[in-house]
């Protein structure tokens, strides 16, 4: 069943991350795509020269002309945000759609690996926690997770107990369901969630892969997004996933340069296989 669904996060020039990697992986499943870009990227920060363009202003005034012209959407999904101003704007436009029937989806990109990501602050942890309070799926990994509950981060394996507890943590923000990816439990890697549809929780473990691209959480969200706007449950649409993005780093991991992030484009048939 395709889906009108509008992506806010941002567009790199050169890199396939952001809404370079959601948009063939949407359009493949056969949902209509729309797209506020937050800010318009060169290329992904792995190379470390960019240049990026704050587009504040250009939200404002698509978004004015969007609420004149009573264009709607089936799902909303909301990546990197540059700003407690775009935030603002964000939230007040998530909250609109929602009232009107539209699912709110909602990666809190802002850290990994213990940090925040280079150049953003606390302030950010504080907006984000506002966006994901509105959010019918939430999609942090481990690292936005510990952020955003104030829980210490830890290096070391989490027992069941303590991941479950985690993702009841960031339920208590207002999301309604949650997946946390990219934790460590009972010495497995594994993603934790919490359907609010069925009101079970789950642990699913998966291989990783040791090697690095950038982008990999945005391919995640579409999938399940993708997966969910066609009425699969939260646990199986966060199983194909995992699956998709799996199968996609094992057929590029021989890519030479892997800073420009999984060539989705040549792979899409992947997807169908969950």
Same mark, same amino acid.
């Given at each position: 069943?395709?889906?009108?669904?509008?992506?806010?996060?941002?567009?790199?020039?050169?890199?396939?991350?952001?809404?370079?990697?959601?948009?063939?992986?949407?359009?493949?499943?056969?949902?209509?795509?729309?797209? $506020?870009? /937050?800010?318009?990227?060169?290329?992904?920060?792995?190379?470390?020269?960019? =240049?990026? @363009? +704050?587009?504040? &202003?250009?939200?404002?005034?698509?978004?004015?002309?969007?609420?004149?012209?009573?264009?709607?959407?089936?799902?909303?999904?909301?990546?990197?945000?540059?700003?407690?101003?775009?935030?603002?704007?964000?939230?007040?436009?998530?909250?609109?759609?929602?009232?009107?029937?539209?699912?709110?989806?909602?990666?809190?990109?802002?850290?990994?690996?213990?940090?925040?990501?280079?150049?953003?602050?606390?302030?950010?942890?504080?907006?984000?926690?506002?966006?994901?309070?509105?959010?019918?799926?939430?999609?942090?990994?481990?690292?936005?997770?510990? $952020?955003? /509950?104030?829980?210490?981060?830890?290096?070391?394996?989490?027992?069941?107990? =303590?991941? @479950? +507890?985690?993702? &009841?943590?960031?339920?208590?923000?207002?999301?309604?369901?949650?997946?946390?990816?990219?934790?460590?439990?009972?010495?497995?890697?594994?993603?934790?969630?919490?359907?609010?549809?069925?009101?079970?929780?789950?642990?699913?473990?998966?291989?990783?892969?040791?090697?690095?691209?950038?982008?990999?959480?945005?391919?995640?969200?579409?999938?399940?997004?993708?997966?969910?706007?066609?009425?699969?449950?939260?646990?199986?649409?966060?199983?194909?996933?995992?699956?998709?993005?799996?199968?996609?780093?094992?057929?590029?991991?021989?890519?030479?340069?892997?800073?420009?992030?999984?060539?989705?484009?040549?792979?899409?048939?992947?997807?169908?296989?969950?």
């Amino acid at each position: 069943m395709s889906s009108q669904i509008l992506l806010i996060t941002d567009m790199a020039g050169y890199g396939k991350v952001a809404l370079s990697a959601m948009l063939p992986i949407l359009s493949h499943m056969g949902h209509s795509i729309y797209n $506020l870009p /937050t800010a318009l990227v060169s290329n992904t920060f792995n190379y470390g020269k960019f =240049e990026v @363009l +704050d587009t504040t &202003g250009y939200m404002e005034n698509t978004l004015r002309i969007w609420h004149e012209l009573g264009f709607r959407f089936d799902a909303v999904f909301t990546g990197f945000t540059a700003s407690r101003a775009q935030a603002d704007l964000v939230r007040g436009f998530c909250a609109e759609q929602s009232g009107l029937g539209a699912k709110v989806f909602t990666d809190p990109i802002m850290a990994d690996q213990g940090s925040l990501y280079l150049g953003l602050t606390g302030q950010t942890v504080g907006y984000l926690r506002e966006l994901v309070a509105g959010a019918d799926v939430t999609v942090p990994n481990y690292t936005e997770a510990c $952020l955003l /509950t104030d829980t210490p981060y830890r290096r070391e394996s989490l027992t069941r107990s =303590e991941a @479950l +507890d985690l993702v &009841g943590r960031v339920c208590s923000l207002g999301a309604k369901s949650v997946v946390i990816t990219s934790a460590l439990v009972d010495g497995l890697p594994q993603v934790a969630g919490y359907d609010a549809a069925s009101g079970g929780s789950f642990l699913i473990p998966y291989e990783e892969i040791p090697v690095f691209f950038p982008g990999t959480g945005d391919m995640f969200s579409s999938v399940l997004m993708g997966r969910m706007m066609e009425g699969r449950g939260l646990e199986d649409a966060t199983r194909a996933a995992m699956n998709v993005v799996h199968d996609l780093v094992a057929i590029n991991r021989g890519n030479p340069d892997k800073f420009r992030g999984v060539q989705v484009e040549s792979s899409l048939e992947v997807i169908d296989r969950y």
